[in-house]
Structures are given as C-alpha cells and as structure tokens.
C-alpha cells in the first residue's frame, strides 16, 4: 500500500517570496493534517481537513498561511509571505475517521525542508 | 504549561540497557495515546499505542496512569537501532470524531557500543 505521498522533498526560498507545498493522503483515509516541524521540537498542527472541510485550523498563521483540499484527496499548503522563522519540516499526515483508537492512528508523509534565507 | 511534556534527554545508554521515558499531559479528557519514534530527519511512525492497562511489544513496554496523567515507555535490552527520538503523543478529540495530535517534543535516546 502506497504512503502519504508529499513534494517537493527540500526548498530554500528568501524571505517575502512564495512557496508551496503538495500532499497525497493515503488512499481512503478521509481525514489529512498538516503540521510544522520546527528543529528540536514536536511536530505542531497547522489545519485538519475532514474530506474537503477544515476540523481545525486555529494554529494556522492566516495572514500569511493558506491550506486547501479541494476534491477531498490532494492538498496543498502555501506560505506568502515567507518569513526566516518558517524554516522549519513540513509534514503531511491522513488517518482514518472516527474516535476508535485505530482510527486515530496518522501516518507521515517524508515532509519538506523548508529553509527561508 | 505545555499540553504533553518530556524530559528532551539526550539520554545516553550502553547496549542491552534499560532505559524509561516518561511523559505527562494537561488535558483529564484525553482519550488516545500513543508513542512515536522519529529517526535523525525521518518522518515520525508510529511505535505503539498506549492502553489503559499497560501494554507490551517486544523489548517494549508502554504504561498509562490517567489519575496522574502520566505515561511512560520502557525500553529493555537496548539496541544500537533503538536510538531516536521518542515522541509522546496524546489525543484531544475537541467537537471533532478525529483526534488532534498532540506531540511532546520529544526524548533522544542515544545507544552506544
């Protein structure tokens, strides 16, 4: 079974420009999650998608952070403007739907390595 | 206070020790739990889940105490394939049926020779 697919692997951008980021969910899972993974620190939820619905996005910056999931499947991430403190991994992750523990269980995608010059 | 907390280590072992994490959590209404393990920059996966009546896999052992809100992972008979980042994870389920993760920043286990 194929994993959570995400591109690119690495990106180096400066400061102000734009960047984006690709996600494909493992196929089934209805619920995908992104998250920022700042160095030496845990992984921080940006937005919850529930099929095409955001669940939670109370810690995404939106002045400057937007997410979108628009069939349901694939998703994208994007920073406009980056700053130098978005360096950071970004990683996608999908689970199942519901409150059994096995449905609970998210699996990553590899991430980008975001690097903000 | 942070929601899940670790002691971030490192923690330095030899081969075929046996080394405890703990971990602690905020939210009495957490319903899941988990351990992940993130190897030097990999993806986390996840290690095991955590049952309210302790559980074991292998050279592994996962307790949960919900009255102190406390969680720990045992690890027996360390092996050189064991160092990484061990990352705490608990679930707030909110108004959603899908939980959010919640991570602890993690505790680095290094396994020596």
């Known amino acids: 079974e194929a994993g959570v697919a995400q591109s690119p692997r690495y990106k180096i951008i400066e400061k102000r420009q734009s960047v984006a980021f690709w996600c494909n969910p493992i196929?089934?899972?209805?619920?995908l999650y992104w998250y920022q993974q700042i160095l030496g620190q845990g992984p921080k939820l940006l937005i919850q998608?529930?099929?095409?619905?955001?669940?939670?996005d109370s810690q995404l910056p939106k002045d400057r952070f937007s997410a979108e999931r628009l069939k349901g499947v694939d998703s994208t991430l994007k920073i406009q403007p980056a700053k130098l403190e978005d360096s950071a991994v970004y990683l996608c992750?999908?689970?199942?739907?519901?409150?059994?523990?096995?449905?609970?269980?998210?699996?990553f995608g590899a991430g980008t390595r975001l690097s903000v010059l | 206070r942070k929601e899940v907390e670790q002691d971030p280590g490192p923690f330095n072992v030899p081969e075929g020790a046996t080394v405890a994490f703990n971990c602690t959590y905020s939210?009495?209404?957490?319903?899941?739990f988990f351990w992940y393990r993130q190897d030097c920059r990999k993806e986390p996966k996840l290690l095991m889940s955590?049952?309210?009546s302790g559980n074991e896999d292998g050279r592994f052992t996962a307790q949960l105490n919900r009255a102190s809100q406390y969680i720990s992972l045992l690890i027996r008979d360390s092996k050189l394939s064991d160092s990484a980042t061990y990352l705490c994870?608990?679930?707030?389920?909110?108004?959603?049926?899908?939980?959010?993760?919640?991570f602890g920043q993690g505790t680095t286990l290094q396994v020596k020779p």
């Open positions: 998608f529930q099929n095409n619905g955001v669940v939670d």
């Open positions: 939210n009495s209404a957490s319903q899941s």
């Open positions: 955590v049952y309210s």
């Open positions: 992750a999908s689970s199942l739907f519901g409150r059994a523990l096995y449905k609970n269980i998210q699996y």
């Open positions: 196929s089934g899972h209805a619920t």
């Open positions: 994870v608990v679930t707030d389920h909110g108004s959603s049926n899908t939980g959010k993760l919640i």
